[in-house]
Protein backbone atom coordinates (compact mmCIF):
# COMPACT_ATOMS: atom_id res chain seq x y z
CA UNK A 1 0.00 0.00 0.00
CA UNK A 2 2.99 -0.26 -6.62
CA UNK A 3 2.81 -2.57 -3.78
CA UNK A 4 -1.20 -3.82 -4.86
CA UNK A 5 -2.40 -3.39 -1.45
CA UNK A 6 -2.89 -3.34 2.12
CA UNK A 7 -1.31 -6.43 2.93
CA UNK A 8 1.39 -5.53 0.48
CA UNK A 9 2.07 -2.21 2.33
CA UNK A 10 3.38 -4.64 5.03
CA UNK A 11 5.78 -6.38 2.60
CA UNK A 12 8.58 -4.17 2.66
CA UNK A 13 8.51 -3.85 6.65
CA UNK A 14 8.27 -7.74 7.31
CA UNK A 15 9.25 -9.42 4.07
CA UNK A 16 5.55 -10.24 4.15
CA UNK A 17 4.51 -9.02 0.60
CA UNK A 18 1.07 -7.55 1.53
CA UNK A 19 -0.46 -4.04 3.45
CA UNK A 20 -3.32 -1.22 4.44
CA UNK A 21 -1.98 0.55 5.95
CA UNK A 22 -1.70 2.45 4.44
CA UNK A 23 -3.84 3.61 0.92
CA UNK A 24 -3.62 6.60 -2.04
CA UNK A 25 -4.33 8.04 -5.29
CA UNK A 26 -2.66 6.44 -7.84
CA UNK A 27 -0.30 7.78 -9.72
CA UNK A 28 -0.54 9.02 -13.38
CA UNK A 29 -0.80 5.64 -15.86
CA UNK A 30 -0.15 5.20 -19.42
CA UNK A 31 -2.70 4.30 -21.46
CA UNK A 32 -4.39 1.14 -21.21
CA UNK A 33 -3.45 -1.39 -22.90
CA UNK A 34 -5.07 -5.23 -23.44
CA UNK A 35 -3.07 -6.53 -21.43
CA UNK A 36 -3.32 -4.55 -18.53
CA UNK A 37 -4.95 -5.88 -15.67
CA UNK A 38 -7.20 -3.27 -13.84
CA UNK A 39 -5.58 -2.79 -10.16
CA UNK A 40 -7.07 -0.56 -6.79
CA UNK A 41 -6.99 3.01 -6.43
CA UNK A 42 -8.35 5.92 -5.00
CA UNK A 43 -9.33 7.61 -8.08
CA UNK A 44 -11.70 5.49 -10.83
CA UNK A 45 -9.90 5.98 -14.18
CA UNK A 46 -9.30 3.79 -17.40
CA UNK A 47 -7.01 1.21 -15.86
CA UNK A 48 -7.72 1.84 -12.29
CA UNK A 49 -10.76 0.40 -9.60
CA UNK A 50 -11.93 3.10 -7.13
CA UNK A 51 -12.91 2.06 -3.78
CA UNK A 52 -16.24 1.19 -4.53
CA UNK A 53 -15.65 -1.34 -6.92
CA UNK A 54 -11.97 -2.67 -5.09
CA UNK A 55 -14.32 -5.79 -4.19
CA UNK A 56 -14.07 -6.39 -8.29
CA UNK A 57 -11.06 -7.47 -7.98
CA UNK A 58 -9.71 -10.81 -7.44
CA UNK A 59 -8.79 -11.74 -4.06
CA UNK A 60 -10.77 -8.71 -2.67
CA UNK A 61 -14.18 -9.90 -1.99
CA UNK A 62 -14.10 -8.50 1.09
CA UNK A 63 -13.71 -4.59 0.58
CA UNK A 64 -17.92 -5.42 -0.51
CA UNK A 65 -18.92 -8.53 0.98
CA UNK A 66 -17.19 -7.84 4.81
CA UNK A 67 -19.48 -6.76 7.73
CA UNK A 68 -16.43 -5.53 9.47
CA UNK A 69 -14.51 -3.24 7.07
CA UNK A 70 -12.71 0.20 7.77
CA UNK A 71 -12.59 3.00 8.61
CA UNK A 72 -15.81 4.51 10.17
CA UNK A 73 -16.91 7.25 11.92
CA UNK A 74 -16.44 8.10 15.43
CA UNK A 75 -19.16 9.91 17.70
CA UNK A 76 -18.51 13.66 18.48
CA UNK A 77 -19.31 14.69 21.54
CA UNK A 78 -19.63 11.78 23.24
CA UNK A 79 -16.51 10.57 24.85
CA UNK A 80 -17.22 11.90 28.36
CA UNK A 81 -20.85 9.98 27.95
CA UNK A 82 -18.73 6.55 27.02
CA UNK A 83 -16.32 5.20 30.25
CA UNK A 84 -13.06 4.43 29.73
CA UNK A 85 -12.62 0.50 30.18
CA UNK A 86 -9.27 -1.18 30.95
CA UNK A 87 -7.25 -2.74 28.41
CA UNK A 88 -5.98 -0.20 26.10
CA UNK A 89 -2.80 -1.18 24.51
CA UNK A 90 0.47 -0.54 26.49
CA UNK A 91 3.51 0.58 23.88
CA UNK A 92 6.90 -0.81 23.72
CA UNK A 93 8.41 1.82 21.28
CA UNK A 94 12.10 2.89 21.43
CA UNK A 95 13.85 5.52 18.74
CA UNK A 96 13.81 3.54 15.59
CA UNK A 97 16.08 3.67 12.42
CA UNK A 98 13.31 4.40 9.28
CA UNK A 99 13.47 3.38 5.65
CA UNK A 100 10.87 5.48 3.63
CA UNK A 101 9.17 4.42 0.65
CA UNK A 102 6.74 5.81 -1.93
CA UNK A 103 4.96 2.58 -3.20
CA UNK A 104 2.32 4.58 -4.73
CA UNK A 105 -0.60 4.36 -2.30
CA UNK A 106 1.21 5.68 0.38
CA UNK A 107 4.46 7.14 2.08
CA UNK A 108 5.78 4.08 4.27
CA UNK A 109 7.92 4.18 7.16
CA UNK A 110 9.22 0.71 8.06
CA UNK A 111 10.94 0.53 11.00
CA UNK A 112 13.71 -1.99 12.56
CA UNK A 113 12.44 -4.38 14.89
CA UNK A 114 12.21 -4.17 18.73
CA UNK A 115 8.72 -1.95 18.91
CA UNK A 116 5.57 -3.55 19.42
CA UNK A 117 2.03 -3.08 21.65
CA UNK A 118 0.69 -5.44 24.34
CA UNK A 119 -2.95 -6.22 24.62
CA UNK A 120 -4.46 -8.00 26.51
CA UNK A 121 -0.75 -10.03 27.47
CA UNK A 122 -0.36 -10.52 23.67
CA UNK A 123 2.24 -8.62 22.02
CA UNK A 124 2.24 -7.41 18.21
CA UNK A 125 5.38 -6.16 16.30
CA UNK A 126 5.43 -3.04 14.69
CA UNK A 127 5.34 -3.59 11.24
CA UNK A 128 5.57 -0.18 9.69
CA UNK A 129 3.59 2.65 9.46
CA UNK A 130 2.34 5.18 7.17
CA UNK A 131 -0.16 8.18 6.31
CA UNK A 132 -3.66 8.93 4.61
CA UNK A 133 -4.79 11.95 3.56
CA UNK A 134 -7.25 13.43 4.75
CA UNK A 135 -8.20 11.14 7.40
CA UNK A 136 -9.81 7.49 7.15
CA UNK A 137 -11.57 7.75 10.07
CA UNK A 138 -13.96 10.90 10.97
CA UNK A 139 -15.49 12.36 13.90
CA UNK A 140 -18.96 13.35 13.68
CA UNK A 141 -18.45 13.31 9.60
CA UNK A 142 -15.06 15.12 10.28
CA UNK A 143 -11.98 14.84 8.58
CA UNK A 144 -8.93 15.60 9.48
CA UNK A 145 -5.97 16.60 7.84
CA UNK A 146 -4.03 13.42 8.11
CA UNK A 147 -4.11 10.18 9.96
CA UNK A 148 -0.85 7.50 11.42
CA UNK A 149 -1.64 3.99 10.84
CA UNK A 150 0.72 2.08 12.79
CA UNK A 151 0.52 -1.73 11.87
CA UNK A 152 1.35 -4.48 14.27
CA UNK A 153 1.27 -7.94 13.17
CA UNK A 154 0.89 -10.90 15.32
CA UNK A 155 3.86 -14.01 15.42
CA UNK A 156 2.80 -15.38 11.84
CA UNK A 157 3.12 -12.08 10.62
CA UNK A 158 -0.70 -11.15 9.58
CA UNK A 159 -1.72 -7.92 10.51
CA UNK A 160 -3.51 -7.64 13.74
CA UNK A 161 -3.58 -4.26 15.41
CA UNK A 162 -3.49 -1.15 14.11
CA UNK A 163 -3.19 1.79 16.16
CA UNK A 164 -4.47 4.83 14.36
CA UNK A 165 -3.39 8.76 14.89
CA UNK A 166 -5.27 11.79 13.89
CA UNK A 167 -3.65 14.61 13.03
CA UNK A 168 -4.40 17.85 13.25
CA UNK A 169 -2.90 21.64 11.64
CA UNK A 170 -1.25 23.40 14.72
CA UNK A 171 2.64 23.13 15.79
CA UNK A 172 5.56 21.54 14.07
CA UNK A 173 5.77 17.89 14.99
CA UNK A 174 9.07 17.62 16.44
CA UNK A 175 8.78 13.64 16.27
CA UNK A 176 8.39 13.67 12.70
CA UNK A 177 10.08 17.08 11.10
CA UNK A 178 13.00 15.02 9.77
CA UNK A 179 11.99 12.33 8.26
CA UNK A 180 9.14 14.93 6.64
CA UNK A 181 12.10 16.58 5.15
CA UNK A 182 12.88 13.88 3.29
CA UNK A 183 9.76 12.44 1.56
CA UNK A 184 10.57 10.51 -1.49
CA UNK A 185 8.57 12.51 -3.78
CA UNK A 186 8.01 9.42 -6.80
CA UNK A 187 6.58 5.79 -7.02
CA UNK A 188 9.11 3.45 -5.86
CA UNK A 189 11.82 6.04 -4.52
CA UNK A 190 13.10 5.00 -0.87
CA UNK A 191 14.79 7.42 1.49
CA UNK A 192 17.51 6.36 4.79
CA UNK A 193 16.62 8.57 7.80
CA UNK A 194 20.27 9.23 9.22
CA UNK A 195 19.07 9.70 13.24
CA UNK A 196 16.71 7.58 14.39
CA UNK A 197 12.86 8.68 14.94
CA UNK A 198 12.07 9.22 18.27
CA UNK A 199 9.15 6.71 18.00
CA UNK A 200 7.84 7.06 21.68
CA UNK A 201 7.16 10.57 20.98
CA UNK A 202 5.04 9.81 17.83
CA UNK A 203 1.59 8.90 19.93
CA UNK A 204 -0.19 11.44 21.95
CA UNK A 205 0.80 11.26 25.90
CA UNK A 206 -2.46 11.96 26.95
CA UNK A 207 -5.97 10.65 26.01
CA UNK A 208 -7.60 6.83 25.14
CA UNK A 209 -8.39 4.64 22.59
CA UNK A 210 -11.47 4.18 20.49
CA UNK A 211 -11.54 0.23 19.81
CA UNK A 212 -13.61 -1.99 17.53
CA UNK A 213 -13.17 -5.32 15.39
CA UNK A 214 -12.60 -3.54 11.58
CA UNK A 215 -10.58 -4.46 8.69
CA UNK A 216 -7.55 -3.24 6.71
CA UNK A 217 -8.73 -0.04 4.64
CA UNK A 218 -7.01 -1.02 1.53
CA UNK A 219 -7.19 -4.28 -0.56
CA UNK A 220 -7.46 -7.10 0.73
CA UNK A 221 -9.33 -5.34 3.18
CA UNK A 222 -8.67 -8.25 5.32
CA UNK A 223 -11.21 -8.16 8.74
CA UNK A 224 -10.22 -9.48 12.43
CA UNK A 225 -8.14 -6.42 12.35
CA UNK A 226 -8.12 -4.95 16.08
CA UNK A 227 -8.70 -0.87 16.00
CA UNK A 228 -6.94 1.21 18.37
CA UNK A 229 -8.14 4.84 17.43
CA UNK A 230 -6.68 7.20 19.86
CA UNK A 231 -8.82 9.94 20.60
CA UNK A 232 -6.27 13.31 21.17
CA UNK A 233 -5.38 14.04 17.96
CA UNK A 234 -1.39 15.01 17.51
CA UNK A 235 0.00 18.39 15.58
CA UNK A 236 1.68 18.92 12.57
CA UNK A 237 2.17 22.33 10.87
CA UNK A 238 1.00 23.02 7.87
CA UNK A 239 4.13 23.28 6.30
CA UNK A 240 4.55 19.24 7.22
CA UNK A 241 1.48 18.20 6.26
CA UNK A 242 1.69 20.51 3.00
CA UNK A 243 5.23 18.27 1.88
CA UNK A 244 2.75 14.90 1.75
CA UNK A 245 -0.22 16.32 0.35
CA UNK A 246 1.46 17.63 -2.23
CA UNK A 247 3.20 15.11 -3.61
CA UNK A 248 0.94 14.56 -6.45
CA UNK A 249 -0.45 11.08 -5.86
CA UNK A 250 -1.05 11.04 -1.72
CA UNK A 251 -3.88 13.33 -1.44
CA UNK A 252 -7.08 12.43 -1.50
CA UNK A 253 -5.67 8.77 -0.58
CA UNK A 254 -8.94 8.00 2.19
CA UNK A 255 -11.64 5.00 1.97
CA UNK A 256 -14.69 6.48 2.62
CA UNK A 257 -16.11 5.40 5.97
CA UNK A 258 -17.68 2.09 6.37
CA UNK A 259 -20.84 0.98 8.74
CA UNK A 260 -20.54 0.28 11.92
CA UNK A 261 -23.28 -2.33 11.96
CA UNK A 262 -23.48 -3.90 14.77
CA UNK A 263 -20.08 -4.13 16.15
CA UNK A 264 -19.05 -2.90 19.40
CA UNK A 265 -18.12 0.34 19.70
CA UNK A 266 -15.81 1.22 23.15
CA UNK A 267 -13.34 3.57 25.03
CA UNK A 268 -10.02 1.74 26.14
CA UNK A 269 -8.18 3.53 28.79
CA UNK A 270 -3.97 3.79 27.64
CA UNK A 271 -1.67 1.63 29.69
Same mark, same amino acid.
Given at each position: ??? %??????????????????????????????????????????????????????????????????????????????????????? #?????????????????????????????????? %?????? #????????????????????????????????????? %????????????? %??????????????????????????????????????????????? #????????????????????????????????????????????
Amino acid at each position: MHL %KHCLYVIAAAVAYAAVPAAQQTAPPKAAPSASHTPHWGYATGPDVVGPSQWGSLSGNTACSAGHEQSPIDLPAGSTAAMPLKAGGPQ #FTYHPAKLVILDNGHTIQMNTDPGNAINVAGKTY %KLAQFH #FHAPSEHTIGGKHFPLEIHLVHVDDANRPAAVVGILV %KAGESNAALDAAF %KHLPQHEGEQADLASPLDLPALPPSTGGFWHYSGSLTTPPCTESVQW #FVMDTAISMSQAQIASFTTIPHMDGTARPVQPLGDRKLERLARQ
